[in-house]
């Protein structure tokens, strides 16, 4: 039996949910809230990122855009990879509010630095210390598969991919519709103000003052970690005894040394590692998806583009974010009870590489029957996304115990990042090829470009099969 200590606020929190057996509906909120305006900085950027690049004039050439673009998008993940682990230590150590709050605080200011950016190198740098200082991801997942009860794990852990699912509404409509304001709303902005010297501005300003109410709402985000210090005990003879630093089990809390080397022994426990790999493949295929998609759609017809305007872009976003965050709170948690985690799993990365396949087929469309097409798609694939990660976000957290969920989500996170960061460079260099190739001798610069893309979902697939992945003991 697990011992309760005076004063140590995890040892609250669960004496608070052994009373209480219902869903922690409060909590989720703030947990929902505060994902949601860590998100929007990355999501916002996908609708005007093209013509960013555009006004910025790197591009020698049109079909280059998408190249300097990739390197844009790549630059935040690569950043989060040098900090995941160090930021996963910290909230095993100090606790995840901390962390969490510190990481608000940094798009409240280095997004807004990044809507002023006048040169390519200004947007590189301001996205990299946005990616250095947000050091969220980690602990929030952790932390909500923590502030409520075991059974409701699966629903706080898909809270946080349903707020992301919500950034897919607000972010791209934010970004679509708030960028160049002075040319889109000319009677409201003027070209001298302030949006109208810095184009995009106003969509990153509108995030900032967003995380700033999520900021006030961490105040009352409770504390999960156990952070047992020195308390005055009764011994059993009756006198007081001073009981040292420790945790649940009575161990010692680890020094920073100790926590090294716990770190490497997460790093042999294969549960964990095989679904951080899983979740390492499919963030690398979403996020070039991601990068090509907002590249491809507002590309022009004669590089077998759709033409699209980055409200156009925002649209088909936001309407799949919706259908995501629907999906995710009121079918995912039902299907991951009654059917498991990986059943799912596969059939949502079989039918997104179906969907993939007729991308290349739909620069052939025009008019209304293009829009609803290219909304489903869009909307198909997320949901598969989404399928996709919950259950790695699920696989990561059981594989693991509470005291070692920051550090085995900080590399998560890590290589997470790792594969993020080469997926929009990589994305991009790929772009841009295959709009110098669009008369190609075997196919046609898209189709081979979508038909990469997909050979990343196979491997993943073919992964989730054993001896690559077993499941961990917990989930059996």
Known sequence: MKLCKEGCPGCRLDEINNA??????????????????????IQSLFPYLYFMIRDLKVAKQEQDIGFYAGFVGATYFLARTISAVPWGMFADKYGRKPCILISILSV????????????????????????????????????????????????????????????????????????QPAIKYPNIFSQESIFGRFPYFLPCFVISVLAAGACVACIWLPETLHMHRYNNVEASDGME?????????????????????????????????????????????????????????????????????????????????????????????????????????????VLSILVIATYPFMANLHGMELKVLINIASLL???????????????????????????????????????????????????????????????????????LLNMVAVIGLTLTFKPFFSMPSAMK
Not at 24 to 33: H, K, R, T
Not at 154 to 165: K, N
Not at 420 to 432: C, D, E, H, M, T
């Open 241 to 349: 005894a001073q009981v040292p630093d420790s945790s649940l089990d009575g161990k010692p809390k680890q020094s920073w040394s100790e926590r090294f080397a716990s770190t490497k022994s997460l790093l042999k426990n294969w549960h964990l590692m095989s679904s951080i790999i899983l979740y390492c493949i499919f963030s690398l295929y979403d996020t070039a998806y991601y990068e090509i998609f907002s590249l491809w759609a507002v590309s022009s017809r004669k590089y077998h583009g759709l033409s699209f305007t980055s409200q156009n872009v925002g649209t088909v976003l936001a309407i799949s974010g919706f259908g995501i965050f629907v999906y995710q709170l009121l079918i995912y948690p039902f299907l991951a009870k009654y059917v498991g985690l990986m059943k799912p799993f596969r059939s949502a990365a």
């Open 108 to 179: 409240i200011i280095v997004n807004a630095l990044f809507g002023l950016s006048t040169t390519y190198w200004m947007a590189i740098v301001t996205r990299g210390l946005l990616g250095l200082l947000c050091g969220i991801l980690g602990p929030i997942k952790a932390y909500a598969s923590e502030v409520c009860r075991k059974e409701h794990q699966a629903l706080g852990i898909s809270l946080v991919t349903s707020s992301r699912a919500i950034a897919f509404v607000i972010g791209p409509a934010i970004g679509g519709f708030l960028s």
């Open 20 to 41: 209480k057996t219902g869903i922690p509906y409060l909590n989720f909120f703030y947990i929902w809230v505060v994902c949601l305006c860590s998100t929007l900085p």
């Open 381 to 451: 694939k997320n949901i598969f996304a989404a399928t996709i990660t919950t259950a790695c976000n699920i696989l990561q957290n059981t594989a693991v115990t509470q005291e070692h969920r920051g550090v085995a989500n900080g590399i998560s996170v890590t290589l997470m990042s790792i594969f993020k960061a080469v997926g929009p460079a990589a994305a991009g260099i790929l772009f841009s090829w295959s709009q110098k190739n669009v008369t190609g001798l075997f196919l046609p610069g898209d189709h081979i470009l979508y038909l």
